[in-house]
């Protein structure tokens, strides 16, 4: 099966690579190979890979860059998907797309469900939901958006590796303990996305490692995991503030657990605790920092 992942270099293509199944043939794109903004470009790319599967990984990713630049946002994150699902329909291609927890307003006081009302609160949450649509629109059930939150890697920009950056330097530091979410694991959401391809999924769905946490105790269990994987050498005091001690050119949504229940019924198995993802990942960069020192 010949399989095309745009957006390649970004922490989820680069998941969707490295846990391609034996049968897939991954063709991985970068910008500079396909630019998802040009509709010429994304239709003569499909038509010489001729990939069974589209795995769109690419997107503006900014939250907050977004929301002086919505329209370059938009040309990637609504426009971008649209010319991959025209293609992808007059092709015959099925297509995966991949959204996000920001298209919630954040006032939910359960995990958010699949159908329910959306409200984006700032830019990047509305280029994204206007991405969803423009897939689903084109594709009906060749069409899945898969969304997810609060994503990292052990590569890449992300808030694990700012933070290890961060507690590397200094011993004390702030993050907000307000905002309710769950930390996910691009490796994990990468197995997911393959195993929904598998199942013959379509629509949406939601896929996030299980359970909930803050950006605060999130900070903390890195730090733990970093200090017990030796990857910081000494202790680091994470201090509780609130959204409103810390204000960001976007507003983000307090609480955007997502319900997982409909594709853990399909895939047949739950999401791994977050916390252990966590440990994973650190794993592998105190595996890689040691290859590097020789150790
Ligand atoms: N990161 C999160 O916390 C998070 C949370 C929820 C949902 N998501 C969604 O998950 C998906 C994967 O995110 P990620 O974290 O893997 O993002 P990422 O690491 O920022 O990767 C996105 C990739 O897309 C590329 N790209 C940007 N504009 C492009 C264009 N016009 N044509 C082709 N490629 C382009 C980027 O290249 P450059 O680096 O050169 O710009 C980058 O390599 C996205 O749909 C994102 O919206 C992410």
Redesign the pocket.
């Known amino acids: 099966m010949n399989v095309l992942v ?8 680069t998941e969707l690579i490295r846990r391609a199944p034996g049968a897939a043939e991954v063709e991985a794109l ?2 500079e190979q ?4 040009s509709s010429s470009r994304v239709r003569d790319c499909l038509e010489s890979i001729r990939p069974a599967v589209v795995f769109n ?5 900014d939250v907050d860059g977004a929301e002086a630049n919505e329209d370059e946002a938009l040309a ?1 994150n609504r426009d ?1 998907a649209a010319h991959l699902a025209d293609a992808c329909g007059e092709q015959g291609i099925r297509m995966v797309h ?4 920001f298209v919630f307003d954040g006032t939910s006081t359960r995990p958010c469900r699949i159908d329910d009302p959306t409200s984006p609160l700032g830019a990047y949450g509305r280029t ?1 939901l206007a991405g969803e649509a423009a897939v689903l629109d084109r594709l009906g059930d060749a069409g899945l958006v898969v969304r ?4 990292y890697a052990a590569h ?3 808030f694990l590796r700012t933070m290890l950056n961060v507690m590397s330097q200094r011993d004390h530091l702030k993050v907000v303990a307000d905002q309710r979410g769950t930390p996910t694991s ?1 490796a994990s959401l990468a197995t997911a996305l393959w195993d929904l391809v598998a199942a013959g999924a379509s629509g949406i769905h939601h896929w996030t490692d299980g359970g909930e946490t803050t950006w605060h105790e999130f900070a903390v269990c890195i730090r733990d995991t970093g200090r017990a994987e030796g990857l910081l050498d000494h202790d680091v005091t994470i201090e509780a503030i609130s959204t409103s001690d810390w204000p960001t050119p976007a507003t983000r949504p307090a609480y955007s657990v997502l319900d997982t229940s409909v594709t853990e019924a399909l895939l047949g198995r739950s999401p791994r605790p977050w916390s252990e993802e966590v440990r994973d990942v650190i794993g592998e960069l105190a595996a890689a920092a040691a290859g590097e020192s020789g150790a």
């Not at 396909?34 to 903004?37: E, G, K, Q, Y």
């Open positions: 745009t957006g390649a270099g970004g922490q989820l293509a970068d910008i396909l630019d998802v903004t990984a690419a997107a503006w990713t990637v971008g991949v959204s996000t927890d994204k997810t939150a609060w994503l890449g920009r992300n691009a």
